[in-house]
């Protein structure tokens, strides 16, 4: 199992690989790792087919495939060989034990199985090369609920392990239901908000909250928790990735504290599908200094939003806002949905609470308004239809049925 140098890994993409081939003309092999082009990830996609692949240095022959379905529903396929898979596991379980998993631990692993999605398989394998002394309980978020529920009482698992929906949910049946306390809860997948930590943590006030770890699979190792870290906080992977948080508009890299930009990562292990200065789709920060292990926040993803007519609408804004927008009820998610008709578009947010108050609607819609003005202006010019706000169960959201991950922004206009 090998660990790349960057010159070793750029003279591999260059020789082997069509699409670094072009991309590295006139580089030479001991170019700065600031001096190569940073990827477009339309570009690598565009490149990376099942026939007549041009990202990969060599054809496949052991180790596992993997699919991601993004937003564009375009199935993305990632290639890793058998020492890859074993190495991303073995440091990304590493990283697990790093942030807290302690001995006679009882794991109720809810995360998603099936059509070549890798987060229980991974997960499965990482909590195995951890080499904790933990009991492992693989239920997967698509089992039963009432199945889920018996199980945790029975055996009296205290660490789950799941997306933050699965969690909420849990949380959500506690409340009224008998349902054995966890001490720990690890989410991954997808970030954890302000507002579901809180419901929570009004269930569980003395569990503990954290990452179980940050990775993608198109990417690979992204960062991982320890004990230091906050639930969107992880120290990078130093042994096996370079980070870098890349300036917006200079596209220079950041090494300053607290200065928010654009996340790109090259990943030293994988030559089978290299990923060099790759845009992994989350903004984050550095919270620290320059140094190996360096601690990061993520602040949510770079491009996610909803266009509404001729404005866009980001989903990470809206959440920053219903933090604060509110003082008599408990958010535990929403989504954004776009629809069309009578020839305008509209904005639907719903809301996951268990308020049905119109008058908190109104005020919640009123705020946002004022916020994000341009939604008043474009309804007044007929340009848009007028904001609309539902408060809904949390089952009532949409999920996607393979991940078990919240559905950020749903476009239900037809083309």
Same mark, same amino acid.
């Given at each position: 199992?090998?660990?790349?140098?960057?010159?070793?890994?750029?003279?591999?993409?260059?020789?082997?690989?069509?699409?670094?081939?072009?991309?590295?003309?006139?580089?030479?092999?001991?170019?700065? @790792?600031?001096d190569?082009? $940073?990827?477009?990830?339309?570009?690598?996609?565009?490149? &990376?087919?099942?026939? &007549? &692949?041009?990202?990969?240095?060599?054809?496949?022959?052991?180790?596992?495939?993997?699919?991601?379905?993004?937003?564009?529903?375009?199935?993305?396929?990632?290639?890793?060989s @058998?020492?890859?898979?074993?190495?991303?596991?073995?440091?990304?379980?590493?990283g697990m034990?790093?942030g807290?998993? +302690?001995?006679?631990?009882?794991?109720?692993?809810?995360f998603?199985?099936?059509?070549?999605?890798?987060?229980?398989?991974?997960?499965?394998?990482?909590?195995?090369?951890?080499?904790?002394?933990?009991?492992?309980?693989?239920?997967?978020?698509?089992?039963?609920?009432?199945?889920?529920?018996?199980?945790?009482?029975?055996?009296?698992?205290? =660490?789950?392990?799941?997306?933050?929906?699965t969690?909420?949910?849990?949380?959500?049946?506690?409340?009224?239901?008998?349902?054995?306390p966890?001490?720990?809860?690890?989410?991954?997948?997808?970030?954890m908000?302000?507002?579901?930590?809180?419901?929570?943590?009004?269930?569980?006030?003395?569990?503990?909250?954290?990452?179980?770890?940050?990775?993608?699979?198109?990417?690979?190792?992204?960062?991982?928790?320890?004990?230091?870290?906050?639930p969107?906080?992880?120290? =990078?992977?130093?042994?096996? +990735?370079?980070?870098?948080? @890349?300036?917006?508009?200079?596209?220079?890299?950041i090494n300053?504290?607290e200065?928010?930009?654009?996340?790109?990562?090259?990943?030293?292990t994988?030559?089978? %599908?290299?990923?060099?200065?790759?845009? =992994?789709?989350?903004?984050?920060?550095?919270?620290?200094?320059?140094?190996?292990?360096?601690?990061?926040?993520?602040?949510?993803?770079?491009?996610?939003?909803?266009?509404?007519?001729?404005?866009? =609408?980001?989903?990470?804004?809206?959440?920053?806002?219903l933090?604060?927008?509110?003082?008599?009820?408990?958010?535990?998610?929403?989504? $954004?949905?776009?629809?069309?008709?009578? &020839?305008?578009?509209? $904005?639907?947010?719903?809301?996951?609470t268990?308020?049905?108050?119109?008058?908190? %609607?109104?005020?919640?819609?009123?705020?946002?308004?004022?916020e994000?003005?341009?939604?008043?202006?474009?309804?007044h010019?007929?340009?848009?239809?007028?904001?609309?706000?539902?408060?809904?169960?949390?089952?009532?959201?949409?999920?996607n049925?393979?991940?078990?991950? $919240?559905?950020?922004? @749903?476009?239900?206009?037809?083309?």
């Amino acid at each position: 199992m090998k660990v790349f140098s960057l010159t070793e890994l750029i003279e591999l993409a260059r020789n082997k690989s069509p699409f670094y081939k072009e991309l590295y003309k006139g580089i030479s092999n001991n170019t700065p @790792i600031e001096d190569l082009p $940073l990827i477009e990830s339309h570009d690598f996609w565009h490149h &990376n087919t099942i026939e &007549n &692949n041009q990202i990969l240095t060599e054809e496949q022959t052991d180790g596992i495939v993997f699919k991601s379905g993004g937003t564009s529903g375009n199935p993305k396929f990632s290639f890793f060989s @058998i020492d890859e898979w074993e190495l991303f596991t073995q440091a990304f379980g590493e990283g697990m034990r790093k942030g807290g998993l +302690t001995k006679g631990d009882k794991i109720a692993h809810l995360f998603y199985a099936g059509d070549l999605y890798a987060s229980f398989l991974f997960i499965t394998k990482s909590i195995e090369k951890s080499l904790s002394s933990v009991v492992h309980f693989p239920l997967s978020g698509g089992a039963d609920f009432d199945h889920i529920v018996t199980t945790i009482n029975a055996f009296k698992l205290n =660490v789950w392990a799941g997306v933050p929906t699965t969690m909420v949910k849990l949380a959500e049946h506690a409340e009224k239901n008998n349902l054995h306390p966890p001490k720990k809860i690890l989410f991954g997948g997808e970030s954890m908000y302000a507002d579901q930590k809180e419901f929570i943590l009004s269930v569980f006030p003395e569990v503990q909250i954290q990452s179980i770890g940050y990775a993608s699979v198109d990417g690979g190792l992204l960062g991982y928790a320890d004990r230091t870290c906050a639930p969107q906080e992880h120290r =990078v992977f130093s042994d096996f +990735t370079v980070m870098e948080i @890349i300036d917006e508009e200079t596209l220079k890299p950041i090494n300053e504290i607290e200065k928010p930009g654009k996340l790109y990562l090259t990943n030293l292990t994988r030559s089978l %599908m290299p990923i060099i200065r790759y845009p =992994v789709g989350d903004r984050a920060m550095w919270l620290e200094s320059p140094t190996d292990y360096r601690k990061f926040k993520i602040l949510g993803r770079s491009e996610e939003g909803a266009r509404i007519g001729p404005a866009t =609408v980001y989903y990470e804004d809206i959440s920053a806002l219903l933090s604060h927008s509110h003082s008599g009820f408990n958010v535990k998610g929403f989504q $954004l949905i776009t629809k069309h008709f009578q &020839n305008k578009d509209q $904005l639907v947010i719903k809301v996951a609470t268990t308020s049905r108050d119109t008058a908190e %609607m109104e005020h919640l819609k009123s705020r946002i308004e004022a916020e994000r003005s341009f939604l008043k202006e474009l309804a007044h010019e007929k340009q848009i239809h007028p904001l609309k706000i539902e408060f809904v169960d949390i089952t009532e959201l949409e999920t996607n049925p393979r991940t078990g991950k $919240l559905k950020r922004l @749903i476009d239900e206009r037809k083309t």
